[in-house]
Structure formats: C-alpha cells, structure tokens
C-alpha cells in the first residue's frame, strides 16, 4: 500500500484497535494459477501469540477461495474505516483540489485451515462479539445435530499475522486552520460517512469536537 510519511501509523495499539473496531475485512488470495479471489468477513482478531497475533474467520465450503489456504501461501486481509469526500471549499485556502480522506489497515500473513473443534469456537466467538453490544444478546439455540450439520457447511481458518500496514489519510499534510475546518465541515454534513469520519479523526488526532 502507497503511504506518505505522514499518513503512516506504526503504533501497534492503534493498529489493532482499528482492527477490532472494523472487523469485516476483505481477504484476498491467489491460486495455483494465479487467479484471484476476494471475500468479505467477519474476522477476528486474537492477540495471544506472536506480536501480532492471528486473524480466525469462516467462509462457506461452496466459496473456492478457502483451498488456496492449503498451500500456505501469504494471503492480504484489507480492513477498511471510515471515509469520506473532502471538498476543497472547507479548507481556508481554496486554491487546491478535492481529496478522499479514510482509515485502512492491510494484513499480510499466511493462512491455515482449523479443524471442527475450532470452527466451532470461531462461530460461537464472532456470535459473542457481535451479540455483545446488543440491548438483548441472541444466545445459538441450535441442537448438537444441528450445529454440526451447520459446521459441514463452512470451512474455518486462521491467518497468522507476519506484517502490518496501517494508512490513517486525515488531512494530516494541511495546514491546523484547514484541518479543524475540514473537522467542523464533516460534522456538520449530513452525508453519509462523513460524521463517522468526524469522529475517527478526532479519537485518532485528539481534535476537539466541534461547539
């Protein structure tokens, strides 16, 4: 991924909070014959080995992607924060062009296929995780015969995590005058994206909202 200097973030907690906070992610892998195949999932984020950790997700079994996994080979996982339209007419100097601002996070590492014991565990954590924020969390009410009927239907894996790049473009090459403007603008826009990016800037800049 192109990151200019300024937009380079090498934090590492910043890094995996974005992650944990924007967990469906695109991954991306290759064959054999060097085609590519792309799917969108839910993916976990487990910290309890290596300095990055591992990535846990699960595909359907019709989705061909998952037997590029049997080689090993390194596979990318793109996740993807806010974003928004930047027009040059919230900056004090107008005089320059329009922009795309957003947060991205690029996994590279290499994948593994899991067994049926921790597919299972990969279904009942994503549940768990989404659940969690909901007024009453849903609870599987699937019977032991049925789960397993639902598991032959998925394939899980696991990507250990060898390299991280992280992009956060936010304006950070304007000048403090242009930055808060571009601040105030997304606030007060009724467009959508544009008020999640408000506040992606502000927790990652430490801006103050907007009166």
Partial sequence: MYIPPFNR????????????????????SSGADGTFIGSHLPVLLDQTSGEWGRLRSHMARANP??????????????FHGPHAYISPSWYVMQHTVPTWN??????????????????????????????????????????????DKMLKAIVGFSIAINRVEAKFKLGQNRSPEDQQKMLKSLQASSRRGDNELAEFLITQRGAKPSE
């Fill in 9 to 28: 973030v090498e934090d590492r907690e910043r890094i995996l909070r974005f992650i944990d906070d924007y967990g469906f992610g695109t991954v991306i």
């Fill in 65 to 78: 992607q998952w037997r590029h996994f049997e080689s090993g080979k390194e596979v990318l996982c793109i």
């Fill in 102 to 147: 957003y947060g991205a996070v690029h996994v590279y590492g290499t994948p593994r296929l899991v067994d049926e014991a921790e597919l299972r565990q990969i279904v009942i954590d994503t549940t768990e995780r989404y659940e969690s924020g909901m007024a009453n969390p849903w609870k599987i009410p699937l019977t032991e015969s049925e789960m």
